[in-house]
């Protein structure tokens, strides 16, 4: 299984890029994800246009065919075990291509929502965009050993 972040802006900290570096390194032995990042616009000045300009980067960032979940508040909120059976559920239909979609500082353009086949909450408080990802990918790996029946802390 492929899998994708596609994420709005870069991880800036020092400590932001350690922890998602981490995850990605013991999600390797699982599957191939990687982390696509798309520029963050200045949200301040206009931010209709800002949230167009980072979608339209977004849409084209997200390969053909894959399966889109966007990150966003309004989503489903799932247990560990739930989302794992998701993860496994795209497997056994044949979906080798999942893509979950972050977006910036005012969140994710209509045009990338309206092109996300599913959308998810990471819960119902407001995560800066960085410890968004952190979490995202943390949940991943999460979700391969649980798939896999290896420990994990509850």
Known sequence: ???????????????????????????????SVGVVEVADRDVTRDEVRALAEEGADVLRA????????????????????????GLQAHMVEGRSHVVFV???????????LARADERLSLGPMTLPHQLARVVLLEQVYRAFRIMRGEPYHR
């Open 1 to 31: 299984m492929r899998v994708t972040v596609v994420a709005v802006g870069r991880l800036k900290e020092a400590h932001w890029r350690d922890a998602a570096a981490e995850y990605l390194k013991r999600l390797r032995p699982y599957a």
């Open 102 to 112: 972050l977006g910036g500082a005012a969140g994710l353009a209509p045009e990338v």
């Open 62 to 85: 997200v390969p053909a065919g894959a399966h889109v979940v966007a990150l966003e508040i309004g989503g489903r909120r799932l247990s560990s075990e739930a989302f794992a059976d």
